[in-house]
């Protein structure tokens, strides 16, 4: 199964969660391709079994700027082939705890991708309930693609 596991990270939070989260994938012999969102041309991720998309949020409830662009593209893009799942670290310190999480699995809906787990918000630094749930959000996606292997 072919996964990308695309994520965005100012303080490294999300990036080290996103390092575990392909690290287990991989474990499980799936092939993952890690990149940040910055990076991940929107219109090629059909060539995926599946997607994981990682972000924080900031600005008050916001999908942070480095990650709008990819966002935007979403709108144009055709998901139907595509499972998905979404996960990110935020802070309840702010107002709208990870909200962009929620942008996020509204436009990958919209692009008619198949939600394959529910969405995983994490506050701050995960701790160990946090981990199981982002291997939990694996194994959902590593299931969706059986009929793959
Ligand atoms: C200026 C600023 C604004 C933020 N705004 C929000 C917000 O609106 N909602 C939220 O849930 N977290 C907010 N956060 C918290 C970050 O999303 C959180 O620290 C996250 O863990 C950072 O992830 P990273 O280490 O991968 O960059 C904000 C953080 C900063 C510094």
């Known amino acids: 199964m072919k996964i990308l596991l695309t994520y965005t990270s100012m303080t490294g939070r999300n990036e080290k969660i996103?390092?575990?989260l392909a690290d287990y994938l991989k474990e499980k012999q799936a092939e993952v391709d890690l990149k940040q969102i910055i990076e991940t041309?929107?219109?090629?991720m059909d060539q995926y079994d599946a997607i994981i998309?990682?972000?924080y949020t900031y600005h008050d409830g916001d999908v942070p700027d480095e990650a709008e662009d990819f966002y935007d593209d979403l709108k144009d893009v055709d998901l139907s082939r595509t499972k998905f799942a979404v996960l990110?670290?935020?802070s309840k310190g702010h107002i709208h705890f990870g909200r962009a999480?929620?942008?996020f699995?509204?436009?990958l809906n919209s692009a008619n991708g198949e939600q394959v787990a529910d969405s995983?918000?994490?506050d701050q630094d995960p701790d160990d309930d946090d981990f199981k749930r982002?291997?939990?959000l694996g194994d959902r996606v590593l299931k969706s693609g059986e009929k793959f292997d």
């Open 41 to 44: 041309d929107a219109f090629e």
């Open 101 to 103: 999480v929620d942008y």
């Open 53 to 55: 998309v990682e972000t």
């Open 18 to 20: 996103a390092k575990y």
């Open 134 to 136: 982002v291997r939990e």
């Open 105 to 107: 699995t509204m436009a």
């Open 88 to 90: 990110g670290s935020s």
């Open 120 to 122: 995983v918000k994490i």
